[in-house]
């Protein structure tokens, strides 16, 4: 039964199928605004290299406060200084506006393999982190915080946690063994 005074959640539009539960979604970009009147949105793309930004790939997208849907990427133009989309069954900029800020993410199994020197972000989570002088374990990657800098989140074997951007030069491996990020001065990056 439902209270009459609970406002309705309007979902986000385009659905083309249903958001697998199970599925790991990697985050891979943010809905900007509408680009025209046809319903083409601007985007933010985390890697703009990336095969996930082909006709057809289908992508979550999500709002706090309502349901995720599957959209299914209609068309993809790398303009700059934002590339820009338009999803399929999205063809008005009003309800294109709807998708404003939206997260996308992609299926981790339908991500291309990397090349055999070449890893994705988020496998370094539960990585082995060792100190740079001593290859001793330190502590581990707990998670990737996707900012604009892209934030390993360490568990310290001390109890404590770091924090350190991916592109720190405190980081002197990563990727080169699976499962191993290897930090020099890791105490400087103590959350504190």
Do not use: C
Not at 70 to 75: D, F, I, K, P, T
Not at 77 to 100: C, H, N, S
Not at 161 to 185: C, F, N, S, W, Y
């Amino acid at each position: 039964m439902t209270d009459q005074n609970t406002p309705k959640i309007e979902p986000l539009p385009g659905s083309v199928g249903k958001v697998d539960p199970d599925a790991i979604w990697i985050e891979v970009g943010k809905v900007g605004r509408p680009h025209g009147l046809k319903g083409e949105l601007r985007l933010q793309v985390y890697n703009l290299d990336s095969d996930v930004w082909q006709v057809g790939q289908r992508l979550r997208a999500w709002l706090p406060g309502k349901p995720a849907v599957l959209l299914e990427l209609g068309q993809f133009r790398d303009i700059l200084p934002m590339p820009t989309a338009l999803f399929v069954g999205i063809d008005d900029r009003d309800v294109a506006a709807k998708l404003t800020h939206a997260v996308l993410a992609v299926d981790q199994q339908e991500l291309p393999e990397a090349d055999a020197d070449e890893f994705y972000l988020h496998e370094l989570i539960g990585a082995t982190v060792l100190d740079d002088a001593t290859r001793k374990p330190v502590g581990v990657v707990r998670a990737l915080l996707e900012t604009p800098s892209d934030v390993l989140e360490i568990s310290l074997n001390s109890g404590e946690a770091a924090m350190i951007p991916v592109h720190a030069e405190a980081i002197t491996e990563m990727g080169r063994q699976k499962g191993i990020l290897v930090v020099r001065d890791i105490a400087d990056w103590k959350d504190r």
